[in-house]
């Protein structure tokens, strides 16, 4: 068969089908697109064509195309019916006949203008990004953010577009604060810079678990031979005083104020010791109130231990020390054993168990969403931590869910209170905006130019946030879509056309409860299709969770997660979290986006001159 005619014969029509495919589906979705704010109802037909496009395997279609120099489709995510349509006129060329082809409709997209809306979008919504980069760089305020302005300062100088308010930590005053210092830092360095105000939302976490006890334990430091090179420090203060624990000091006792209030330079302070025996501490300097003690000794100390306070042996007053800080261990789960998952009324506990060692009953750990309970059944999985222990359901009745672990360290796991809880199997009927999220809002929505939706599920989510912001007279800021559920993943083309009705709006990938969600060997293959989708809607990507996490926290990347914030380029924007060295990070993040930038744009390689393109 010669060349035109495979064109004519099959690969037109292969293409015409996929056309007439697109515009099939965008006339079944009419009421949606109306629906759709007008200056964005050519992003949400794109969609559509692009959603109709990917309901076909057209890789063998793509092989050929290729053969030929032509477009293979696979960069058509922004212009999804343009694209196919150039590809059609293109065999006509090569078949030596007309494409039969109708004019384009005035103002519909083609092949420049669907990138230029995303561009568009990307803007209204996040600001201009600073630099020479194309994505922006978000940054989560630590709570110090509200009290050292000039960390603000640095954050912005450093490279920051967005200033990210987390309302799942602090209160609205420590917020109110942080605007007010970026606000301060704005007129000092000229840079403008965008505030985002992510809610809380409905976070399932582990509850409370029940203290061992009251106890302090203070430990001087030794070399690796054993031999103490550094006395413990321990600030001793009256007890009922106000006082923190002063840089440098080990530890904070509280006892007697009578034992204090006579003390001199050289006085001993001698403990009573939980293993027996008694313990003395020095007293080195008087610290208004308090005294400044040190101890060569390791010490254990028990709530209510008995002290007494020496001068050259002889005792001069006695007392007792405390109230000393609560001792919570976590729990240790192991794969095989059980866990009792239960209502917030009674904190978690341990395992119990008889004199041989057998448990009685099983840990248990209370969580924090009623919902689970109703939703909960057996056979589906459940994992906390990040994803670091999981199990099956293996029983739910009342207020009580049981769970097999099986994922978790062969040495056992440990998990504590305030971790994160994900039923990816669960159908929750619980709303993504939640009484605290609309109380945060009221507080915050004068202040905010876009809020952040936390467990997106549905549509319906999307609309009851845009109703939140209309009853408060803010319809005009822009929205951030978090996708961390596995509902939202499968419900995201439904998600994207309702959040076109009130632009501007985001994408958020979450990637960390989403791994969880969706499986950490889908991860990679769930946040590429999130990409493309967002892309085919032209609206903007926030890639967040862990991106130089190690840096942010210890000061040094990782080489595996320097690769991964260098892919952040295919996002609009990249988020990173708190940590002491997180002005270094920032800066840093800056550099290696505005390096990208010149390799890369979204998916597309940018075919800029090699650094290594001269021979010899």
Same mark, same amino acid.
């Given at each position: 068969?010669?060349?035109?005619?495979?064109?004519?014969?099959?690969?037109i029509?292969?293409l015409?089908?996929l056309?007439?495919?697109?515009l099939?589906?965008?006339h079944g979705?009419?009421?949606?697109?109306?629906?759709?704010?007008?200056?964005?109802?050519?992003s949400?037909?794109?969609?559509l064509?692009?959603?109709?496009?990917?309901?076909s395997? /057209?890789?063998?279609?793509?092989?050929?195309?290729?053969?030929?120099?032509?477009s293979?489709?696979?960069?058509?995510?922004?212009?999804?019916l343009?694209?196919?349509?150039?590809?059609?006129?293109?065999?006509h060329?090569?078949a030596?006949?007309?494409?039969p082809?109708p004019?384009?409709?005035?103002?519909?997209?083609?092949?420049k203008?669907g990138?230029?809306?995303?561009?568009?979008?990307?803007?209204?919504?996040?600001?201009?990004?600073?630099?020479?980069r194309?994505?922006?760089?978000?940054?989560?305020?630590?709570?110090?953010?509200?009290?050292?302005?000039g960390?603000v300062?640095?954050?912005?100088?450093?490279?920051? +577009?967005?200033?990210?308010?987390?309302c799942a930590?602090?209160?609205?005053?420590?917020?109110?604060?942080?605007?007010?210092n970026?606000?301060?830092?704005?007129?000092?360095?000229?840079?403008?810079?965008?505030?985002?105000?992510?809610?809380?939302g409905?976070?399932?976490r582990?509850?409370a678990?029940?203290?061992?006890?009251?106890?302090?334990?203070l430990t001087p430091?030794?070399?690796?031979?054993?031999?103490?090179?550094?006395?413990?420090?321990i600030?001793?203060?009256?007890?009922?005083s106000?006082?923190?624990?002063?840089?440098?000091a080990?530890?904070?006792?509280?006892?007697?104020?009578?034992?204090?209030?006579?003390?001199?330079?050289?006085?001993?302070?001698?403990?009573?010791?939980?293993?027996?025996g008694?313990?003395?501490?020095?007293l080195?300097?008087?610290?208004?109130?308090?005294?400044?003690?040190?101890t060569?000794?390791?010490?254990?100390?028990?709530?209510?231990?008995?002290?007494?306070l020496?001068?050259?042996?002889?005792?001069l007053a006695?007392?007792?020390?405390g109230?000393?800080?609560?001792?919570?261990?976590?729990?240790?789960?192991?794969?095989?054993?059980?866990?009792?998952?239960?209502?917030?009324?009674?904190?978690?506990?341990?395992p119990?168990? +008889?004199?041989?060692g057998?448990?009685?009953?099983?840990?248990?750990?209370?969580?924090?969403?009623?919902?689970?309970?109703?939703?909960?059944?057996?056979?589906?999985?459940?994992?906390f931590d990040?994803?670091? /222990?999981g199990?099956?359901?293996?029983?739910s009745?009342?207020?009580?869910?049981?769970?097999?672990i099986?994922?978790?360290?062969?040495?056992?796991s440990?998990?504590?209170?305030e971790?994160?809880?994900?039923?990816?199997?669960?159908r929750l009927a619980t709303?993504?905006?939640?009484?605290?999220d609309?109380e945060?809002?009221?507080a915050?929505?004068?202040?905010?130019?876009v809020?952040?939706?936390?467990?997106?599920?549905?549509?319906?989510?999307?609309l009851?946030?845009?109703?939140?912001l209309?009853?408060l007279?803010?319809?005009?800021?822009?929205?951030?879509?978090?996708?961390?559920?596995?509902?939202a993943?499968e419900?995201?083309?439904?998600?994207?056309?309702?959040?076109?009705?009130?632009?501007?709006?985001?994408?958020?990938?979450?990637?960390?409860?989403?791994?969880?969600?969706?499986g950490f060997?889908?991860l990679?293959?769930?946040?590429?299709e999130?990409?493309w989708?967002?892309?085919?809607?032209?609206?903007?990507v926030?890639?967040?969770?862990?991106?130089?996490?190690?840096?942010?926290?210890?000061?040094?990347?990782?080489?595996?997660?320097v690769?991964?914030?260098?892919?952040?380029?295919?996002?609009?924007?990249?988020?990173?979290?708190k940590?002491?060295? /997180?002005?270094?990070?920032?800066?840093?993040?800056?550099?290696i986006?505005?390096?990208?930038?010149?390799?890369?744009?979204?998916?597309?390689?940018?075919?800029?001159k090699?650094a290594v393109?001269e021979?010899?």
């Open positions: 068969m010669s060349l035109p005619l495979h064109i004519t014969e099959h690969l029509p292969a015409t089908v056309r007439d495919h697109a099939a589906v965008e979705y009419r009421a949606e697109i109306e629906q759709v704010h007008p200056m964005h109802q050519d949400a037909r794109n969609l064509h692009y959603l109709a496009l990917r309901q395997d /057209i890789r063998e279609l793509q092989a050929e195309l290729g053969l030929l120099g032509l293979r489709l696979g960069r058509a995510e922004a212009h999804t343009p694209s196919i349509e150039a590809v059609v006129r293109a065999l060329a090569l030596g006949s007309k494409a082809l004019g384009g409709r005035p103002g519909a997209l083609d092949l203008t990138g230029m809306h995303l561009d568009a979008h990307s803007t209204a919504l996040l600001g201009h990004p600073s630099g020479k194309r994505s922006r760089i978000m940054v989560t305020m630590p709570g110090e953010a509200a009290t050292r302005s960390l300062r640095e954050l912005l100088a450093a490279g920051m +577009d967005v200033m990210r308010i987390n930590h602090d209160d609205p005053d420590a917020w109110l604060a942080m605007i007010r970026l606000r301060a830092a704005e007129e000092a360095t000229g840079r403008r810079c965008k505030i985002y105000v992510d809610l809380a409905p976070k399932l582990t509850g678990l029940r203290p061992v006890g009251r106890r302090a334990e430091r030794r070399d690796i031979w054993g031999s103490v090179v550094a006395p413990a420090r600030r001793l203060v009256p007890r009922g106000v006082a923190q624990q002063p840089e440098g080990d530890a904070l006792i509280p006892v007697d104020p009578e034992l204090l209030a006579g003390a001199r330079v050289g006085d001993a302070l001698e403990l009573e010791d939980s293993r027996g008694r313990r003395r501490l020095v080195a300097a008087r610290q208004g109130d308090a005294w400044l003690g040190e060569h000794r390791h010490v254990y100390l028990r709530d209510g231990a008995s002290c007494q020496l001068r050259d042996g002889e005792a006695a007392g007792q020390v109230p000393l800080p609560e001792v919570v261990l976590p729990l240790v789960l192991r794969p095989g054993d059980r866990l009792l998952l239960t209502g917030e009324e009674a904190p978690g506990a341990p119990r168990l +008889d004199g041989r057998d448990t009685i009953a099983p840990a248990s750990i209370p969580c924090t969403l009623d919902a689970v309970f109703e939703a909960a059944a057996p056979g589906q999985e459940i994992w990040d994803g670091k /222990i199990g099956t359901i293996v029983a009745a009342g207020r009580t869910i049981t769970v097999e099986t994922h978790a360290a062969p040495q056992g440990k998990l504590r209170a971790k994160g809880i994900n039923l990816p199997d669960t709303p993504a905006l939640t009484a605290k609309r945060d809002l009221a915050l929505a004068q202040h905010a130019d809020v952040g939706l936390s467990f997106v599920r549905e549509a319906d989510d999307v009851a946030l845009h109703d939140s209309r009853s007279g803010a319809s005009g800021l822009g929205t951030v879509l978090k996708i961390e559920t596995r509902q993943f419900n995201l083309p439904a998600i994207l056309l309702a959040s076109l009705r009130h632009p501007p709006v985001g994408l958020m990938v979450a990637r960390g409860d989403l791994a969880v969600e969706v060997e889908r990679a293959e769930v946040q590429e999130i990409l989708l967002a892309e085919a809607a032209h609206v903007p926030i890639w967040a969770t862990q991106v130089l996490e190690n840096m942010a926290r210890k000061g040094v990347p990782s080489r595996a997660e690769s991964d914030a260098a892919m952040g380029v295919r996002a609009e924007c990249v988020m990173l979290n940590g002491p060295y /997180i002005v270094e990070t920032t800066r840093f993040l800056s550099g986006l505005e390096r990208m930038s010149a390799h890369r744009a979204k998916s597309r390689p940018m075919l800029r090699l393109s021979l010899g």
